[in-house]
Every structure is written in structure tokens, then in C-alpha cells.
């Protein structure tokens, strides 16, 4: 894959396609290959570009801290990549917070917004795992928490039926960097955008994995509701993760909202 070089530190991205531009931004449980269901279709609709978050990847680690700072990243590699104020940007997961931070800091820098799997603020009690994985993640590597990682990244149904899915997801997810996953976590524990939702402008649909645990649809139809205009849409059968459990269904989304 290439690389962009940005504030000294190398960022792995890959770029295909044609047409109107789609940025894609990965999940906390993820990086960049967790899209490789879905790019060959996206990149005959548009010009696609996915990156890997500091720490993920072949991407050097930065200290981020807070989602801002994640959002503030991502701007630059826009501005390095040349993105037009078009492009449309994609986030799951920790990518979808990201990307409604964007929309809150830099949100003339980009299109329209699409996001699955994110809420403004995690209860206090839906704080505590980020906190603990953190934590374990610091002392122990990050290993220690694989398989729950995994439990709040697919049901059960899914993992069962689909083992090599999983083995793949851990496989990347032992690769990152322990320091950055733990500020990623601390960035989550610490969040709350409730305030400042209605000051969004950009088009935003907000997608959810009706079986989604981590983030539930009730909260995540609440993000919605707080964004002037956004539309809401659950995904059936899907959990955290539409792009391995549903990534015919998130196509189609995508191709309908981004088009």
C-alpha cells in the first residue's frame, strides 16, 4: 500500500476508482482491509480512499487523544490526498465518531456524511469496557483482549457460522499498536457530542446493525434525530461490523446516499 507522510509520521492509505469521491475510515476493532468485501464494488461506482488511524496498519502512531484530535488528522490527510469539499465520508465504529467529529470541526472540508454503528455519548455503564480493554491493552498487549474484542464486534450467530471472518479480525486486530488502541479507548470513554449535534450541515445518513450490542439502535436513532435532516436506516442481521456481516446491503446504502 502507499503512504502519505503527515507532521513526520507515515500514513498507509489506498486509493481506487473513479468518479465522486468516498473516504473510508476503519473501526476501533478493525483497520483498513476490514473494507476488502466492498471495495471492488464502491470502486467501480467511485473514487474510493481508505486509510488506517495512527497505530493501525502500516500507519505510524501518533498522540491523539481525543476524537477531535482523530478528526483533525483525518482533515490533513484530505488536504495531503487532495480530497475535493465533495468527497463523501464513510466511518464504522471509532471511524464514525471520527467522522460525526469531523462534520462538527471541519465540516466545509467534506460532502455528505454516512455512518454506521455510533452514538453522540456511551452511557456511563457502556464506558467502563473501553476503560477496562484500555487498561488491558496497557498492561498486558493486545492479545489480552482479543476474544472480547471480538464478542462486541460480531453476535454470536455470525462468529459461529463464520470462523475464518473472526481469525482474520484477530489476525489484524493483534497488529495494533497497544499505545494507540488505549488512547483510541480513552478517547471513546470520554466522549459526548450531544450538545453540539444540531450545528451539523453535511447530508448524513445514520446506519445501525439491528444486532448491534455496542452500539445500540436506540442511541444511535438518537445521534440521528440530533442531526439536522439526517435519515436513520437499521441494518437486519447486522452487528457491529455491515462490512463483513452485510456488505451487500452497506453497497447499496452507500451507492444510494453517496451517489
Known sequence: MPYLELNHAAVEYEQAGTGADVLLLHSLLTEMSVFDA???????????TRVNLPGY??????????????????AQVMDVLQLPRTTAVFGNGFGAFVAVMLALRHGPRFGKLIVADVVAAFPEPARVPFRVMSQKVTELGMSAILDAAIGRMFPPGFAAAQPSAVALRKEALVKVDAASFSRACQALATLDMSAELNTITNPTLVLCGALDQTTPHALARALAEGIPGARYTEIAGSGHCPM????????????????
Do not use: C, N
Not at 501518533?62 to 483533525?72: E, K, N, T
Not at 463483513?244 to 451517489?259: M, N, S
Open 244 to 259: 463483513v456481516e452485510q456488505p451487500e446491503t452497506l453497497v447499496a446504502q452507500l451507492k444510494a446516499f453517496a451517489g
Open 38 to 48: 466492498i471495495w471492488p464494488q464502491l470502486t467501480r461506482a467511485f473514487r474510493v
Open 57 to 74: 496498519g502500516r500507519s505510524m502512531p501518533r498522540a491523539l487523544h481525543g476524537v477531535a484530535d482523530y478528526a483533525s488528522h483525518v
